[in-house]
């Protein structure tokens, strides 16, 4: 009614990765406390509070077709544009171009933006023995003498997020190696997803083969 005009660009990813992107996010910002198997179960039991659907829902949210049926019924599809983010990461330049054309934008420089993947979270978290007294002490010292150099000395997350680690790696480890995600897990989601896959083929017309396992 306001924007009667507009165009939409909606960028799927696979809907298991996003899964365990979207819960390792959540780990992070510790609104999550659960393993993600548990995390599953948990919504699966379908007692979610508005406050866990909004943030600890995974599962349902890679539902995409069921998101872009409900769009459609009020946006013409002319007006929006679907791209894969697989695709567009392993073809940044045909992906860019499609993208470009579509909002009738410079293509040659949408084509020039640099690929970064700037929002993965390392989730490290201290060594038992960095959180030793009195090792403690001097590492909560570095940790602030350290953040203020960052800080300064960089103007962009992907940079300090890189300088970071390079600086505090030594006495963290990876809670995303803690919580290795079970391959069991991944294969009931696939076939979960399977379905509404399908469905999504079909609304968009095309295969799509990149979110098939060993594909």
């Known amino acids: 009614e306001y924007l009667p005009t507009t165009k939409f660009l909606f960028v799927l990813r696979d809907p298991v990765k996003r899964a365990e992107s ?5 780990l992070g910002k510790g609104r999550e406390t659960l393993s993600f198997e548990d995390a599953l179960k948990r919504e699966e039991e379908g007692n979610l509070t508005d406050w866990e659907k909004l943030h600890l829902q ?5 539902c995409y077709v069921q998101s872009l049926e409900h769009f459609y019924a009020h946006i013409p599809k002319e007006r929006v544009k679907i791209i894969l983010l697989e695709e567009l990461m392993s073809n940044w330049k045909e992906s860019m171009t499609e993208i470009c054309d579509f909002l009738e934008i410079s293509v040659a420089e949408g084509v020039a933006i640099q690929v970064r993947h700037s929002n993965k979270e390392e989730l490290l978290e201290r060594k038992k023995m960095a959180n ?17 150099i960052i800080v300064r000395a960089n103007k962009d997350k992907y940079s300090r997020d890189k300088w970071r ?21 991944r294969e ?23 979110w098939k396992p060993n594909v």
């Open 22 to 26: 979207q819960y390792f996010n959540e």
């Open 58 to 62: 995974y599962k349902r949210r890679g």
């Open 132 to 148: 030793m007294i009195p090792l403690k002490w001097v590492f909560d010292a570095w940790d602030r003498l350290s953040e203020a």
């Open 165 to 185: 680690k390079r600086t505090r790696g030594f006495y963290h480890v990876s809670r995303r190696n803690k919580r290795e995600i079970d391959p069991k897990i």
């Open 188 to 210: 009931e989601l696939y076939k979960f997803y399977l379905s509404y896959q399908e469905q999504l083929e079909s609304l968009l017309g095309r295969e799509i083969k990149c």
